[in-house]
């Protein structure tokens, strides 16, 4: 049981089971994008439908196990199975099994694409056994608060910023500035110190706005970042500190 539940010994990293799932399922992940090639699908199509049919016999057979240990592998025995396969965890399984599952080539091609690309999902698997993916969700659940305001911030910055060139820059250059909604481009990519290029201020007020744009979002980009560092920090001392007598 050990063996399966990637949960069961924490302080010990994964076992030689999960390992082995980890593995495929990043193969699986490399799967799903060389199929978006349809010079590979096209020469070698059976290659594709066995390599594919191979992860669902494996994952299936892993969610079975997963399945049948559930009511060990709790804390409380009287948790039914029922209740585990209604948790986010196993949802997510049978959503990633169902991706392996063969593309009608009746279906338009814009649907078989979108459907290819949803394939990557399965390497959102990767969380349930990656502490540190864990203690991420846990920073962002933790901080949510801050990070709301910190949106609202940037928000309220970026609709600032648009009108400010709008009234600086529109009647000299109506193409890139000639409405809000165009200038909110230009102020997306300076907030968040992308910088394109495509669209700029021509006049000097206009470039002064700019800079000083520039230099704020320089600030909105480190504020969520300050703010997730330090509760993944914090997190990760707490983890730290919890496993520290079971090593010893």
């Known amino acids: ?45 059976q290659l594709f439908w066995w390599a594919n049919l191979a992860f669902l016999l494996l994952f299936s057979a892993e969610l079975a196990l997963r399945i049948y240990i559930a009511p060990y592998t709790q804390a409380h025995l009287a948790q039914s199975r029922w209740r585990f396969l209604r948790s986010g965890w196993t ?3 049978l959503l990633v099994l169902l991706t392996f599952m063969p593309l009608s080539e009746k279906l338009p091609l814009l649907v078989i694409r979108l459907l290819r690309v949803f394939r990557i999902v399965r390497l959102s698997r990767l969380t349930r056994f990656n502490a540190s993916l864990n203690l991420l ?18 928000m309220s910055l970026l609709l600032t910023t648009s009108i400010l060139l709008y009234l600086v820059e529109g009647s000299s250059n109506p193409e890139d500035f000639g409405s809000i909604p165009r200038a909110m481009w230009w102020s997306i990519a300076t907030l968040t110190t992308v910088g394109y290029g495509d ?5 000097p007020l206009g470039k002064i706005c700019a800079g000083i744009t520039a230099l704020i979002g320089i600030g909105i980009v480190a504020m969520p970042t300050g703010i997730l560092a330090a509760a993944f920090s914090e997190a990760y001392q707490k983890a730290k500190v919890q496993s520290g007598p079971t090593e010893q």
Do not use: H, Y
Request: aromatic share 4%; hydrophobic share 50%; proline share 7%.
């Open 137 to 154: 969700i846990q920073a962002v659940r933790k901080r949510k608060m801050e990070l709301g305001i910190s949106f609202i911030i940037a």
């Open 1 to 45: 049981m050990q063996q399966i539940d990637p949960q069961a010994c924490p302080t010990q990293g994964l076992s030689t089971f999960n390992k082995v799932i980890c593995l495929a399922i990043l193969l699986s992940t490399l799967l799903a994008i060389i199929e978006t090639e349809p010079v590979l699908t096209t020469n070698w199509p």
């Open 199 to 203: 669209v700029t201020p021509l006049s």
């Open 91 to 93: 949802l997510l399984d």
